[in-house]
C-alpha cells in the first residue's frame, strides 16, 4: 500500500491550495486519516484528522482555515488550505490507519507548502 501526496506549491499569504492523498494497492481502505506536517527545525506536527465515518479535528492554529474531507471508496484524503499563512510553510504529509488492523499505517511521501508574506 502506498499513499501519494500532491498539490503543494507557493503562494501568498491569503492564498489557498488544495492538497490531495491517492493512495494505491489498498483493498479494504483505511481506519482514521490524517494531515501531518514538518517545518524547518521544526517537529512534525499533526494538523486534521478525520475517521471513516467523517469526524473531524483541527489543531487550534489551522481550525476555521483547513478542512479535510475523503472518499472512503477512493481511498483518498484531502485537505483544503484556506487564508495560509507564512506559518503554514512546511512538509505535508498524509497518513492513513489501515482500517483492518490499527497497528498497521501507512504515510505518504511528502508535499511542499510555501507561504510568502
Known amino acids: 500500500v502506498q499513499l501519494q501526496a500532491s498539490g503543494g506549491g507557493v503562494v501568498q499569504a491569503g492564498g489557498s491550495l488544495r492538497l490531495s492523498c491517492e493512495s494505491f494497492?489498498?483493498?479494504?481502505?483505511?481506519?482514521?486519516m490524517r494531515w501531518y506536517r514538518q517545518a524547518p527545525g521544526k517537529q512534525r506536527e499533526l494538523v486534521a484528522s478525520i475517521s471513516r465515518g467523517g469526524t473531524t479535528n483541527y489543531v487550534d492554529s489551522v481550525k476555521d482555515r483547513f478542512t479535510i474531507s475523503r472518499e472512503n471508496r477512493k481511498g483518498t484524503v484531502d485537505l483544503q488550505m484556506d487564508n495560509l499563512k507564512p506559518e503554514d510553510t512546511a512538509v505535508y504529509y498524509c497518513?492513513?490507519?489501515?482500517?483492518?488492523?490499527?497497528?498497521?499505517?501507512?504515510w505518504g511521501q511528502g508535499t511542499q507548502v510555501t507561504v510568502s508574506s
Open positions: 494497492g489498498s483493498v479494504y481502505g483505511f481506519g482514521t
Open positions: 497518513y492513513g490507519i489501515s482500517v483492518l488492523d490499527d497497528r498497521i499505517d501507512y
